[in-house]
């Protein structure tokens, strides 16, 4: 389900990515709860319940992906570890130790290999909420398909060690380029 925003909202939005350093996807639910929480008790009990049977199938998924050695680690292009569940062509959910996990679509690794795959040659890669680095694949997934470009950080790393991508820092930006024929085999979106 696909909600569309006035361009005030979207700033909005924007603006407390960059504060509190967030995805939009973390911000939203917080704001979504807020609004269960304005609910009439009834409807407020309904909804409630409803989530709590969601999260409780989702835990035992995380549970059982943990229990048979399915989180898997990597670095991001600057050396920092990461910790994630899934795969490129299920999606992937990144853990961390003191906030609530990044859920990244299957689509939206497409569409963020798609970018990079259509570009020719090198092209920023452009992972900062604010500003959005212009010409980069940061942007071009912000603007196109509404994905933060934090995905990046996780994404191009997993790309990377299949062959497909290569990254790599000049001065202080990092550029990320297209692997020969490796990005037309591959992951499928269906």
Not at 13 to 31: G, M, N
């Amino acid at each position: 389900m696909s909600v569309a925003f006035t361009l005030s909202t979207k700033l909005r939005i924007e603006a407390l990515e960059t504060i509190l350093q967030r995805p939009t996807s973390t911000i939203l639910e917080d704001a979504v709860q807020g609004l269960i929480a304005a609910l009439p008790e009834g409807d407020r009990n309904l909804v409630e319940s409803l989530a709590g049977r969601a999260l409780e199938s989702v835990r035992r998924s995380s549970q059982a992906d943990k229990a048979t050695g399915r989180v898997r680690a990597c670095t991001t292009v600057s050396g920092k570890r990461f910790e994630y569940t899934g795969s490129l062509d299920a999606g992937i959910e990144v853990q961390f130790p003191s906030s609530r996990p990044l859920r990244i679509t299957r689509e939206g690794i497409y569409h963020i290999r798609r970018e990079i795959e259509q570009r020719k040659g090198p092209v920023l890669m452009g992972a900062i909420f604010s500003p959005l680095m212009p010409n980069s694949i940061g942007e071009a997934i912000q603007r196109k398909y509404k994905l933060t470009p934090i995905n990046l950080s996780y994404v191009v790393p997993l790309l990377r060690e299949l062959g497909v991508v290569r990254a790599f820092k000049e001065g202080r930006s990092w550029y990320v380029a297209a692997e020969g024929g490796a990005v037309a085999a591959g992951m499928k979106v269906g």
